[in-house]
């Protein structure tokens, strides 16, 4: 139900920026999350490089960052073994994707497993030397697609019993995101945008 609806938001608002109803590229990355005491310990792992015990948000967003596909492992899952099930998933729904950029965490056997699909994977890196923060080509649009889907509260953190429950948080703080954009609707915000002054 999410997805269909997802899909149909993304076409309306993609069509309203000016591009095809259907994209051509996309882009994969992996956020871990810490987990709260009401999930099971089965459906979650230790993701040994960032230090987190908790479960990872897969995603696939276009150029735009608008997301195509979710899935939600157990946080010591590969980025490459959840990457496979993606492109799968991204074939077989969005038949005109042709080209997927991903970062460094995904391994060579994906670019090739990418190529009998045939899509093109470009894995791209920070450039060695680099401090602070840089935005990589590309990439940045699913970065900020994750910052957006973080302004949901409940998306802070995953609260959720089951994985397919965090999926579908994540379809609705994302449908709850295009409708705001589709009717030109500012994040709500605990800010008074009119200050009252003092008498």
């Not at 009998?116 to 470009?122: H, R």
């Not at 802070?156 to 019993?161: C, I, L, M, P, S």
Request: glycine fraction near 6%.
């Amino acid at each position: 139900m999410f997805t269909q609806l997802n899909g149909l938001l993304r076409q309306l608002l993609r069509q309203k920026e000016g591009r095809d109803a259907e994209p051509s590229a996309c882009v994969i990355d992996a956020q871990s999350v810490k987990t709260s005491t009401s999930v099971h310990a089965s459906s979650q792992g230790i993701d040994a490089g960032k230090r987190i015990v908790g479960r990872k948000r897969n995603i696939v967003t276009d150029t735009i960052g608008l997301l195509l596909s979710v899935l939600v492992t157990a946080a010591s899952v590969q980025d490459s073994v959840a990457g496979t099930q993606l492109l799968d998933q991204v074939a077989a729904e969005h038949p005109r994707i042709r080209k997927v950029w991903v970062d460094g965490g995904y391994r060579q056997h994906l670019v090739e497993h990418a190529a009998t699909l045939g899509i093109d994977m470009q894995i791209t890196q920070r450039k060695p030397g680099t401090t602070g923060f840089t935005p990589i080509p590309k990439r940045w649009a699913v970065e900020r697609t994750y910052g957006w889907l973080m302004l949901h509260r409940r998306l802070a953190r995953d609260y959720e019993t089951l994985p397919a429950h965090s999926e579908a948080m994540i379809h609705i703080a994302m449908a709850d995101l295009m409708t705001r954009r589709l009717t030109s609707e500012n994040t709500i915000s605990w800010r008074d945008p009119t200050p009252q002054t003092k008498r």
